[in-house]
């Protein structure tokens, strides 16, 4: 639009800028697309990468477990990505509120050593949590 150095008359209707919502609402609904992707693939598992074994009568569990324990071939334990004891793990699910809900997933390594997945084993249950699972590949 022209500047205009005189005032304008009341006859004289032109077109007015003005802006247009219609865009604005694409552009936005774009940028929130966009952003959703991107913060989708910057989520990354925190998990160790464990070659679980496989059996041929698992069952899948749609419940997701809030302590998931992993153990890998070479026998280090981890909580949710750390390296953690025995000790650690029982202290930890003592100080959680063990309560009859309370469930564990343990995740071992095909070659991991029956020792050590005995032993994760014993400090979830002396933690008292009863409800323990094993993950495997079907």
Excluded: C
């Amino acid at each position: 639009m022209p500047v205009q150095l005189h005032s304008r008359s009341s006859d004289d209707e032109g077109d007015e800028a003005r802006i247009e919502i219609i865009p604005l609402i694409d552009i936005m609904f774009f940028l929130l697309a966009a952003f959703m992707l991107v913060s989708l693939s910057m989520t990354h598992m925190r998990r160790v990468p464990i070659n679980l074994p496989k059996a041929s009568t698992s069952i899948s569990d749609s419940k997701n477990p809030p302590y998931q324990i992993a153990i890998d071939a070479s026998g280090v334990t981890t909580w949710e990505g750390k390296i953690v004891t025995l000790s650690e793990i029982s202290s930890r699910l003592k100080a959680a509120a063990a309560s009859a809900d309370t469930r564990v997933l343990i995740a071992a390594d095909a070659e991991a050593r029956h020792r050590q997945v005995l032993a994760v084993l014993n400090a979830v249950r002396d933690a008292g949590v009863e409800k323990v699972s094993f993950e495997t590949q079907q």
